[in-house]
């Protein structure tokens, strides 16, 4: 079996009394798609941030190729190759496609003594590296961010991290704001990334999604992992009803089926409800 690229093992975060995260183990391989499911408030947006350096657990171990780590700030986790690509794909709206493709890393040419942007160069790589992932109407690198669709935004965060050497790509919500078709657009892409060798990492609430494209799963509720899991080992309405408190929700089903007979049908007052 290969070894994981990443792995956590037992890591808590917490904020002064506040405990967010709880004791999660996960490990992602190369050309892989984990999958990681939580409805709101259940711990993915801290879980993200320890993994691209932004915060340090509280405790716990972070390995990477089998290597204890530790992310001291997102530019180290990015030199390492590990990705982040945000819900509307972290680009800048009024910068053309070559030049946001390029944010930071600009390619020059000499003028003279000077060294200027190469605009032509930029244009070129950037519309290469999107088409390669199968969106060609993007032809033009001169086009304004702004003026892409959802989809197109994601797919150009998307080619941009694969072109610097992302190894592990964290993608978070990326079809939250987009429509069907544009969500499947993304949803393509997220497996060409796997197909490419990429351990991806794909945050959604969005069980379809994570359905249609992932390998490993895992559910976070309160900051805790309540299942990890593969592909065809729970099916699509195990997942939704895990994610939603199923188990709570059939409780107070049973609590209030039982008032209401030993009250002739009447609904229990709030303050009975444990």
């Keep these: 079996m290969a ?18 995260l709880h004791d999660i183990s996960l490990a992602v391989k190369a050309g892989e798609v984990l999958c990681l499911l939580g409805d709101n408030g259940a711990g993915k947006s801290t879980l993200i941030k320890i993994l691209s350096g932004v915060h340090q657990p509280t405790s716990g171990t972070i390995l990477m190729d089998g290597e204890p780590i530790q992310f001291a700030s997102p530019r180290y986790a990015s030199d390492l190759g590990i990705s982040t690509v945000h819900q509307f794909g972290g680009a800048f ?15 020059t040419r000499k003028w003279g003594p000077f060294s200027i942007y190469d605009r032509r160069k930029a244009n070129e790589i950037a519309v290469k590296a999107v088409q390669e992932f199968g969106i060609t109407r993007i032809d033009d690198g001169d086009r304004l961010v702004g003026g892409l669709s959802g989809g197109e935004r994601q797919s150009l965060a998307i080619a941009r991290a694969v072109h610097f050497g992302a190894r592990v790509l964290i993608l978070d919500e990326p079809t939250a704001a987009l429509g069907v078709k544009e969500a499947a657009h993304v949803l393509r892409i997220v497996l060409e990334a796997r197909k490419r060798g990429l351990a991806v990492i794909f945050i959604t609430h969005q069980v379809i999604h994570a359905l249609t494209v ?24 195990e997942i939704t009803d895990l994610m939603a408190g199923g ?19 009447r609904a229990p007052p709030v303050a009975d409800l444990r």
Excluded: C, W
Aim: net charge negative.
């Design 3 to 20: 070894e994981p690229i990443l792995q956590l093992s037992n890591v808590n975060k917490s904020f002064g009394p506040i405990d967010v």
């Design 93 to 107: 709206p009024l910068m053309s496609i070559g030049r946001s493709f390029f944010v930071g890393v600009e390619p």
């Design 214 to 237: 992932g390998d490993h799963f895992a559910v976070l509720i309160r900051g805790a992992l309540a299942a990890d899991f593969r592909k065809g080992e729970k099916t699509r309405e």
């Design 247 to 265: 188990e709570a929700m059939a409780e107070l089903e049973a609590e209030i089926e039982s008032y209401q007979s030993a009250h002739e049908g």
